[in-house]
């Protein structure tokens, strides 16, 4: 049996929605906090007071009296193929495609060359505390056999799809109905549960495929007990109404995806900007999940996402960059821009509301509560160490913070990578700055 490992720090970590629960019942928080890790599994945490006197004598002990330790950042919709495009210039989100996206994507096409870009999207996520991410590929099977060989060698719980797209798209970016259908079943086959990863059937949007490859990615998820689905949803009005000139036929733009089979309780629609009443409806009543990407939807100019709209409907939802429309891997950024949007709805998100839905909720949209977003006993010790000396600035300004609220939501404004003083996943160390 391994020895224990323990972290003496603050610790602070989410319990529930604080929207369901309120926002003193939905975190929990010890100032002087122990979090005992055995393996790559959380076996206690509490008061360092409390513990620390239980400990066997072999255990080995670090002290972090300037630090929080939380859980590892959860990211629910990103493009690892895109983080050499970031902060590209000037379009919104049709024009963008064509005109950066396109032509990046098409380089994964070469193994290696999606391998190098594989390990250093990695370590960028690495870098800024987020241990868990749900992420697109490209077109190229070989695109998705990269990400999954370089997440493996670190041991990390992530979740990737090879893109299926027959239209609407360069020649060179395209694939079949079947070609997709086949590479898709093979992908899965490989690499789904194999350890801590997980596939996701991964239609672009929907109008880059035709109703025969829906209905195929329709048909897959149908095939795979805990497949995950992930695709975009209603982030910009020229691409709703594009939606609706191609599947005249379909209600809304949900519908399209509802009338093909595409809606589960792991299907995660990143965005959602621009949603009615009954698609809210339908994306609870079939388990489905929101991925909230506010750098990216204030980057592109696609609009401002109605999370009481969801919350009110009760739609599970996370927190994404969207890399590279995305303008940070930092999820601390994230959860600044997203307090921003919601500002600019006369609206308020507390920071125990941002954790969670860096955390917990993510997890939830996930389908993998069970496994991380808190440091629950028994969850896999996958966690942040975030140093409250990170900058001059941090550390100035949290002097005068009177609680773990105001701590929290420092970082969350003026936070980055910088504050991330070490990475673990599954209770090894992934990143130290």
Request: a negative charge.
């Amino acid at each position: 049996m391994s020895p224990l490992k323990a972290w003496r720090a603050a610790i602070v970590h989410c319990l529930a929605d604080p929207k369901e629960v309120g926002i003193d019942a939905a975190y929990e928080y010890f100032e002087d906090g122990l979090l005992v890790v055995q393996g790559d599994t959380i076996h206690a945490i509490g008061h360092a007071k409390d513990l620390l006197p239980n400990l066997p004598t072999d255990t080995i002990l670090e002290h972090h009296p300037d630090a929080i330790i939380t859980p590892g950042f959860i990211d629910t919709h990103i493009h690892y193929p895109q983080t050499d495009m970031i902060g590209s210039y000037g379009e919104q989100l049709l024009t963008w495609l064509n005109t950066y996206t396109f032509p990046e994507e098409s380089k994964f096409s070469d193994k290696t060359h999606a391998r190098e870009v594989a390990d250093r999207f990695l370590k960028e996520l690495l870098r800024n505390g987020t241990t868990t991410a749900l992420v697109f590929g490209t077109v190229h099977k070989v695109s998705v056999d990269a990400f999954f060989e370089a997440s493996e060698v670190h041991n990390l719980r992530m979740i990737c799809g090879k893109v299926m797209m027959d239209r609407n798209a360069p020649d060179y970016l395209t694939d079949t109905p079947e070609t997709s259908y086949q590479e898709s079943k093979e992908l899965i086959d490989t690499w789904h549960n194999k350890g801590r990863l997980h596939y996701a059937i991964t239609p672009r949007f929907a109008p880059t495929s035709s109703d025969e490859q829906l209905a195929l990615a329709g048909k897959l998820l149908n095939e795979y007990d805990d497949v995950y689905m992930h695709t975009h949803l209603s982030e910009n009005q020229d691409e709703c109404a594009w939606v609706q000139d191609l599947f005249p036929a379909s209600k809304n733009y949900l519908d399209v995806y509802d009338e093909h089979k595409l809606l589960s309780e792991r299907s995660v629609f990143a965005h959602g900007i621009h949603l009615c009443d009954s698609e809210y409806h339908r994306l609870h009543e079939t388990g489905s999940a929101i991925a909230f990407c506010p750098t990216s939807n204030l980057f592109i100019g696609s609009g401002l996402f109605k999370l009481n709209k969801a919350e009110e409907h009760k739609v599970n939802v996370g927190l994404g960059t969207d890399v590279g429309g995305g303008t940070s891997f930092s999820m601390l950024q994230t959860m600044n821009e997203a307090y921003k949007v919601i500002q600019l709805q006369n609206e308020n998100l507390s920071p125990i509301k941002s954790l969670y839905l860096s955390t917990l909720g993510g997890a939830k949209a996930l389908r993998l509560e069970d496994k991380i977003g808190n440091l629950a006993v028994g969850t896999e010790a996958d966690f942040v160490i975030l140093d409250k000396k990170a900058t001059p600035l941090l550390t100035s300004r949290l002097a005068l913070s009177n609680n773990i609220e105001e701590s929290l939501f420092v970082f969350m404004t003026i936070g980055d990578d910088r504050a991330i003083q070490a990475t673990y996943s599954a209770g090894q160390c992934v990143h130290r700055r």
